[in-house]
């Protein structure tokens, strides 16, 4: 792969190069997923994004992997719900043949007779019950029925919806954007969001940076060929912390490249951006959620054309709204309140 130019550079520099690139590659991971999103208080003298190549946390090894092939569960949570399939006669070897085995019993174009299971992975603290794998059927897929969590709990949960379920609102002035979410591949994420929608209220969630495209991606999103990847950078970036909770950091989790419409953590929230364009130069740094439905993308480019001021994060410029746009978020119920869906 990638061999470096400068192999036979030798002299006095070289130590101080070789320095330099220690530094570099350390402050890359811890930056990678803070510089263009976070209003730093250090300085660092690098930008991911001047040179287009931002750190790949990972590595970059990880096969390319497909938002329908996950199947996630989260650890240490256990959902009730009604059973369709009992555990205690349906022993799988891993929490992923478990999801499988629920995904299974969704059919393409109709209700899914399962959307959640439960399996217990863990030999020591599951004893008999080793490899149980419950599939279940919550009674409202946007109201989990948890009934644990935490490290005493043995089990493994997770769930998923239905084709056109699992969209949520995501109220402003200008529109409410719906998000589809991805709770088979980011399920911590998803869970938050959950919880989200059922607070009564919603004080402290807005979005308060707005770039648009600028002329560097296309109506599509895509790269325009030489341009440069910002400032702007094609997103608007908020905050889903409430008022009045106490905000646990999200883990990282699916992290898919960058496309118009995805909604991302920034870090592990609860700052989050929606993104207007393919940022595939940011390679797979964070934790996808959910996407934006192609139809309500222009209220975000609306969104993200307002008037801003400029402040400077880390030496890159931003345009901060000079009004932040207040969020709400609101339950949606399937494609018969959407007709637009359709
Ligand atoms: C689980 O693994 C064991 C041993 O590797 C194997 O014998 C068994 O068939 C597997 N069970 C399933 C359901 O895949
Ligand atoms: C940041 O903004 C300042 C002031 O508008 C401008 O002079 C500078 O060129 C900008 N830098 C970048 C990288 O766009």
Redesign the pocket.
């Given at each position: 792969m990638g061999r470096r130019k400068n192999d036979s550079a030798v002299g006095r520099f070289s130590i101080l190069i070789l320095f330099l690139m220690g530094v570099i590659s350390c402050c890359m991971v811890y930056y990678s997923i803070s510089v263009v999103f976070v209003p730093s208080r250090t300085d660092p003298t690098i930008s991911v994004l001047d040179s287009g190549q931002p750190v790949d946390p990972e590595g970059g090894e990880e096969e390319e992997e497909r938002e329908e092939f996950c199947c996630r569960g989260i650890e240490h949570w256990e959902l009730w719900g009604d059973a369709v399939k009992w555990g205690s006669q349906f022993k799988l070897n891993s929490s992923e043949e478990c999801c499988t085995a629920c995904k299974a019993m969704c059919r393409k174009d109709g209700p899914c007779l399962c959307d959640s299971w439960v399996f217990c992975g863990n030999q020591e603290a599951c004893g008999a019950r080793f490899g149980e794998c419950w599939l279940k059927k919550q009674k409202n897929s946007l109201e989990l029925d948890r009934r644990d969590s935490g490290d005493h709990v043995m089990w493994t949960s997770g769930f998923f919806f239905a084709e056109e379920q699992g969209i949520v609102g995501l109220e402003t002035e200008y529109g409410t954007l719906r998000l589809k979410l991805f709770p088979d591949c980011a399920p911590r994420s998803v869970a938050y969001i959950l919880e989200l929608l059922q607070l009564q209220h919603s004080v402290g969630f807005q979005f308060y940076r707005a770039e648009s495209r600028g002329s560097f991606w296309d109506s599509e999103g895509n790269h325009v060929e030489n341009a440069p990847f910002g400032?702007p950078f094609a997103l608007v970036q908020g905050t889903l912390e409430a008022h009045g909770t106490i905000f646990t950091q999200i883990p990282a989790e699916f992290c898919p490249d960058i496309r118009r419409g995805s909604v991302a953590w920034v870090g592990s929230g609860p700052d989050f951006f929606i993104s207007l364009a393919n940022h595939l130069e940011w390679k797979k740094a964070y934790t996808v959620f959910g996407s934006v439905l192609p139809e309500d993308i222009e209220i975000v480019e609306k969104i993200s054309q307002l008037p801003t001021k400029?402040e400077?994060w880390s030496n890159?410029?931003v345009s901060v709204l000079e009004k932040p746009v207040t969020l709400r978020f609101r339950m949606i119920g399937t494609d018969h309140d959407n007709p637009q869906l359709q």
């Open positions: 400032p400029l400077v890159i410029n």
